[in-house]
């Protein structure tokens, strides 16, 4: 049986920088997803915040203070804390919330043009639902297909 501490034959130069470039790609390749999910993140405040705005500046003032002193989630905390957001919008918007989530999936779709399979029929509410899909299921499909091409 082999030590722990036996001797190994030292890489040579060429080994050595096969293994660096490869290193170097994982590395690219990890802060190039780091950056696309930025990217994804400030795209879905953008268009929430373009959802909010369109409902007068009192509600969207309202909404992002009730958030960050009710649930402690800072706006542009929201992509992190899609879930919350949704109870939020059902609480406070009620039967309206639907509309709410419709319009920011538009909006982010407007804005990162992700392939997911929605129809443009689809963005009533009632064509929505039926299909299952959510707001929260929207986003992570969004980010999924945005964040890894």
Same mark, same amino acid.
């Given at each position: 049986?082999?030590?722990?501490?036996?001797?190994?034959? +030292?890489? =040579? $130069?060429?080994?050595?920088?096969?293994?660096? %470039?490869?290193?170097?790609?994982?590395?690219?390749?990890?802060?190039?997803?780091?950056?696309?999910?930025? @990217?994804? =993140?400030?795209?879905?405040?953008?268009?929430?915040?373009?959802?909010?705005?369109?409902?007068? %500046? +009192? $509600?969207?003032?309202?909404?992002?203070?009730?958030?960050? #002193?009710?649930? #402690? $989630?800072?706006?542009?905390?929201? +992509?992190?804390?899609?879930?919350?957001?949704?109870?939020?919008?059902?609480?406070?918007?009620?039967?309206? %919330?639907?509309?709410?989530?419709?319009?920011?999936?538009?909006?982010?779709?407007?804005?990162?043009?992700?392939?997911?399979?929605?129809? @443009? =029929? =689809?963005?009533?509410?009632?064509?929505?639902?039926?299909?299952?899909?959510?707001?929260?299921?929207?986003?992570?499909?969004?980010?999924?297909?945005?964040? #890894?091409?």
């Amino acid at each position: 049986m082999q030590s722990l501490f036996a001797k190994h034959e +030292p890489l =040579d $130069i060429e080994q050595l920088s096969i293994h660096q %470039a490869q290193d170097v790609r994982v590395i690219d390749s990890l802060q190039d997803k780091m950056s696309k999910q930025r @990217k994804f =993140d400030e795209s879905l405040s953008e268009a929430i915040d373009e959802v909010l705005a369109s409902l007068g %500046a +009192p $509600i969207k003032k309202t909404v992002y203070f009730k958030l960050e #002193n009710d649930l #402690n $989630i800072r706006k542009n905390e929201i +992509p992190q804390h899609i879930d919350e957001f949704t109870d939020f919008l059902y609480k406070t918007f009620g039967l309206g %919330a639907p509309r709410v989530e419709i319009k920011c999936m538009e909006n982010l779709n407007s804005k990162i043009k992700v392939n997911i399979k929605v129809t @443009k =029929d =689809d963005w009533s509410v009632s064509k929505w639902t039926p299909e299952g899909m959510t707001f929260q299921k929207y986003v992570s499909s969004a980010r999924n297909n945005y964040c #890894n091409p």
